[in-house]
């Protein structure tokens, strides 16, 4: 089975963005990422802090905007942050206040700043084939796959979840490649039948382990976009161990789709620096 490696595909990409860093700079421009963080969410402060240290290593200012749970002002901050021309990528962590909902707060995030494709209009390009930031998590599927060489045009998928950040636009990228893709979710009867016809199969549900052996076809190559808190530590939406028998390529969680999109966020922010 091929390990397809997280971590050393954001090591790569990393020097990309250093080189992007190191030209912006000489040309006086510091690339800034802004991230907002309404919660004091365990999981969530960790994310913030591994794209702290990501940024330090490439070379984009990461300033962290650190909020109470009170929807007005994280509005007012998210408002100051989008005029902010000197701020170039905006993302706001989940999870959010109560009463505020993800599209509400995308929709103030400017286009051109929204490294994380959370602003609607991100999504609706990205549906169009038109320029946009798509999720990073989404698109670090497209990159895995890429730097694997795995296949892609007329290739079978199987894509688990349908959410706006991970689901829906992996599948938009994936059928712009000319893989023909279905997107399962929890109303999907015959899950695993259809799961198991699949060449490429990418779990985005959020349950610990529940892609096991039954439902990958010899051969077949899994991206585990899960990141599961237990007991035992940090596990993805696929029971690995049982998979690794007979999956032909596998993402390990953790290093595997993380990293990646960890760097896809900064490589937007220097884009998005340039526009």
Not at 39 to 63: F, L, M, Q
Not at 76 to 93: K, P, S
């Amino acid at each position: 089975m091929k390990l397809l490696d997280g971590r050393s595909m954001a090591a790569e990409i990393g020097r990309g963005v250093v080189e992007s860093t190191e030209r912006l700079r000489q040309n006086g421009i510091v690339p800034t990422l802004a991230v907002v963080l309404p919660t004091t969410d365990a999981a969530a402060r960790s994310y913030v802090g591994v794209i702290e240290r990501g940024a330090a290593k490439v070379g984009v200012r990461c300033v962290v905007h650190e909020r109470s749970g009170d929807p007005a002002e994280l509005l007012d901050t998210v408002d100051q942050l989008a005029a902010n021309d000197g701020v170039h990528g905006l993302i706001v962590q989940t999870p959010l206040p109560s009463g505020l909902s993800a599209s509400e707060i995308g929709t103030r995030i400017p286009p051109h700043k929204d490294v994380d494709g959370m602003n609607p209009l991100s999504l609706g390009r990205l549906a169009l084939g038109l320029p946009c930031f798509a999720p990073a998590t989404a698109a670090a599927v497209l990159e895995i796959l890429h730097r694997g060489d795995i296949k892609l045009a007329g290739t079978r998928v199987a894509v688990i979840g349908r959410s706006p950040v991970v689901g829906k636009p992996a599948s938009l990228l994936l059928v712009a490649e000319d893989a023909t893709v279905t997107v399962c979710h929890s109303r999907t009867t015959d899950l695993i039948s259809i799961v198991h016809e699949a060449d490429v199969v990418v779990a985005a549900v959020g349950r610990p382990k529940m892609i096991n052996k039954g439902f990958i076809r010899p051969g077949a190559t899994v991206i585990d976009v899960g990141t599961n808190v237990t007991e035992s530590g940090l596990v993805g939406d696929v029971d690995a161990d049982a998979v690794a028998s007979v999956a032909g390529a596998l993402t390990p969680v953790p290093g595997g789709v993380g990293p990646v999109t960890t760097m896809l966020l900064l490589r937007n922010t220097t884009s998005a620096a340039t526009l």
